[in-house]
T-cell receptor
Framework: DSGVTQTPKHLITATGQRVTLRCSPR?????VYWYQQSLDQGLQFLIQ???????AKGNILERFSAQQFPDLHSELNLSSLELGDSALYFC????????????????FGEGSRLTVL | QQQVKQSPQSLIVQKGGISIINCAYE??????FPWYQQFPGKGPALLIA?????SEKKEGRFTISFNKSAKQFSLHIMDSQPGDSATYFC??????????????FGTGTRLKVLA
């Protein structure tokens, strides 16, 4: 168990709808990353937050947005959903709060599988 | 320049054999090279990682070989076991010295080890 919790595990919705994926990072971790994994695709970096602030952006669509709250949990919002948005969405965390050190290791949750019909 | 190219896409190995997965990168600013292992239904987990100041790192049956001049690195799994069957991702990142990591992942290799 990585200590990273993602909800929901599975989500089925229709095109045009909006969904919110939630991530609770490992206790003490300040940084949260969101990744998208489609069939036969690697892990596509979407966005990173560090202690509530956006740190880096990847290939995140304008229809997608994210935020990290004061308690360090993060939400990924996906709107105007299209069939091609069907994927596994992973959250990962790093950077221990106390140590303020980043060993480089990402701790991944088990993902949220989104199916858009 | 931000890509990490991983091969092969899939690999079938007999039990006890050696599994080799290769990755190549372009950005010479990368200074941290981890490998992640992902089992079905699970998130990826760090397996082993190397920094460019060494050419090889070994942890148990898993070895990373790193060739800085060729900008290539590979994962070797010795005495492969059916329990090693998983998807393996290589990654490269900047920030190994500053602590602000930006990871680029390869496309993954599905390894199946036959009993």
């Amino acid at each position: 168990d990585s200590g990273v919790t993602q909800t929901p595990k599975h989500l089925i919705t229709a095109t045009g709808q909006r969904v919110t994926l939630r991530c609770s990072p490992r206790s003490g971790d300040l940084s949260v990353y969101w990744y998208q994994q489609s069939l036969d695709q690697g892990l596509q970096f979407l966005i990173q937050y560090y202690n509530g602030e956006e740190r880096a952006k990847g290939n995140i669509l304008e229809r997608f947005s994210a935020q990290q709250f004061p308690d360090l949990h993060s939400e990924l919002n996906l709107s105007s959903l299209e069939l091609g948005d069907s994927a596994l969405y992973f959250c990962a965390s790093s950077v221990d709060r106390l140590a303020r050190a980043n060993t480089g290791e990402l701790f991944f949750g088990e993902g949220s599988r989104l199916t858009v019909l | 320049q931000q890509q990490v190219k991983q091969s092969p896409q899939s690999l079938i190995v007999q039990k006890g054999g050696i599994s080799i997965i290769n990755c190549a990168y372009e950005n010479t600013a990368f200074d941290y090279f981890p490998w992640y292992q992902q089992f079905p239904g699970k998130g990826p987990a760090l397996l082993i990682a190397i920094r460019p100041d060494v050419s090889e790192k070994k942890e148990g049956r898993f070895t990373i070989s790193f060739n800085k001049s060729a900008k290539q690195f590979s994962l070797h799994i010795m005495d492969s076991q059916p329990g090693d069957s998983a998807t393996y991702f290589c990654a490269a990142s900047t920030g190994g010295t500053s602590g602000t990591y930006k990871y680029i992942f390869g496309t993954g290799t599905r390894l199946k080890v036959l009993a």
